[in-house]
Nanobody
Framework: QVQLVESGGGLVQAGGSLRLSCAAS????????MGWFRQAPGKEREFVAA????????NYADSVKGRCTISRDNAKNTVSLQMNSLKPEDSAIYYC????????????????WGQGTQVTVSS
């Protein structure tokens, strides 16, 4: 079992930055992939970024490419999402997720989810 807890959300002005963190507990192997997803009101949950727990593979949604960076600290069992140049359309609840296997972009591919953290970007 894997437990995930997100933190770091908040209210920021357009153009600002936020750093989200996901603390993972339980058994995580190098074959796991960690992802960030987001869901805005009335919209489906969508992929933001993902990385392998062991290795350098990363994947980003086109909408955040160049503005967001996913990173992990294996010693601390954390995965972070640095978000820069934030836009109002980035406002959503952001979820951390984990799966055994390669990085994936579909929410249904992930078995473990955190409770989410709210990000609000004002214009």
């Amino acid at each position: 079992q894997v437990q995930l807890v997100e933190s770091g959300g908040g209210l920021v002005q357009a153009g600002g930055s936020l750093r989200l963190s996901c603390a993972a507990s339980g058994t995580i192997f190098s074959d796991y992939s960690m992802g960030w997803f987001r869901q805005a009101p009335g919209k489906e949950r969508e992929f933001v970024a993902a990385t392998r727990w062991g290795g350098d593979t990363t994947n980003y949604a086109d909408s955040v490419k160049g503005r967001c960076t996913i990173s992990r600290d294996n010693a601390k069992n954390t995965v972070s999402l640095q978000m820069n140049s934030l836009k109002p359309e980035d406002s959503a609840i952001y979820y951390c997720a984990a799966r055994w296997g390669p990085v994936g972009v579909q929410p249904r591919m992930y078995s473990y989810w955190g409770q989410g953290t709210q990000v609000t970007v004002s214009s």
